[in-house]
């Protein structure tokens, strides 16, 4: 079992900046492919960013090139999506996932789910 807890979600202003953190627990961290997803109200939940094990690979949905970048510290069990250059269509429901083996963009393929941070952005 893996158990996820996000945390930075928040209103910011357009252009704003936020940084979301997910904490893990149980088991080893570093063996995850962690990837963060949205839902938004009335909308199908989408796929952000994720990252492999090591942090050395990276993906990201094109809503979010350029604006986001997903990091990881597996010394600390932390996954972190850095959310610049926000808009009011980032508006959503932000969760982190977790996945044993290869990234993924699909959120079927990941079995570990945290409760979600809410992400605001005013226009």
């Known amino acids: 079992q893996v158990q996820l807890v996000e945390s930075g979600g928040g209103l910011v202003q357009a252009g704003g900046s936020l940084r979301l953190s997910c904490a893990a627990s149980?088991?080893?961290?570093?063996?995850?492919?962690m990837g963060w997803f949205r839902q938004a109200p009335g909308k199908e939940r989408e796929f952000v960013a994720a990252?492999?094990?090591?942090?050395?690979?990276?993906y990201y949905a094109d809503s979010g090139k350029g604006r986001f970048t997903i990091s990881r510290d597996n010394a600390k069990n932390t996954v972190y999506l850095q959310m610049n250059s926000l808009k009011p269509e980032d508006t959503a429901v932000y969760y982190c996932?977790?996945?044993?083996?290869?990234?993924?963009?699909?959120?079927?393929?990941?079995?570990?789910w945290g409760q979600g941070t809410q992400v605001t952005v005013s226009s």
């Open positions: 990252i492999d094990w090591s942090g050395f690979r990276t």
């Open positions: 996932a977790a996945k044993p083996g290869v990234v993924s963009g699909e959120g079927y393929d990941y079995n570990y």
């Open positions: 149980g088991r080893v961290f570093s063996r995850y492919a």
